[in-house]
């Protein structure tokens, strides 16, 4: 089955480390993301770039918008898509995620319907 991570912090989270600790931090997700390609298990993996736009259907007519949060600090930096045999196994993932490690930053794992009919 397959699982979307959303990693999800705000900039006052990744400008509190000091330089040395956000590459230190950088170089372990690559790490893990090596690891989740080398099991087969990693699907897709991206940072997410801002601003980030939103449409919304006003009266019937689509209304786009700046940012998905109206007053929101935390917002969805990247992603990551993992096909693996088992919620436990994805849960083990995302818990595993090096990043976690910084105060203020968190992860929703979403399953993924499956397109197959």
């Given amino acids: 089955m397959k699982y979307l991570a959303l990693i999800y ?3 006052e989270i990744w400008s509190g480390p000091s330089p040395e600790r956000r ?3 950088i170089a372990e997700v690559d790490a893990f993301n090596q690891r989740l390609r080398e099991s087969g298990e990693l699907v897709a993996v991206d940072g ?6 939103t449409v919304r259907s006003r009266d019937g007519v689509p209304v786009v ?3 998905p949060y109206l007053e929101a600090k935390e917002h969805v930096g990247s992603y990551f898509i ?3 045999a088992s919620q436990e196994r994805a849960l ?3 818990r595993s995620y ?3 490690r910084v105060e ?3 992860i929703e794992l979403w399953p993924l319907m499956s397109s197959a009919g």
């Avoid at 997410?48 to 736009?53: E, G, R, V």
Wanted: aromatic share 0%; net charge negative.
């Fill in 9 to 11: 912090g705000n900039h």
């Fill in 23 to 25: 590459r230190a931090v």
């Fill in 48 to 53: 997410l770039l801002s601003p980030a736009l």
């Fill in 65 to 67: 918008s700046d940012g």
């Fill in 82 to 84: 993992v096909d693996v």
């Fill in 92 to 94: 083990e993932i995302v």
């Fill in 98 to 100: 090096p990043a976690l």
């Fill in 104 to 106: 203020g930053c968190g």
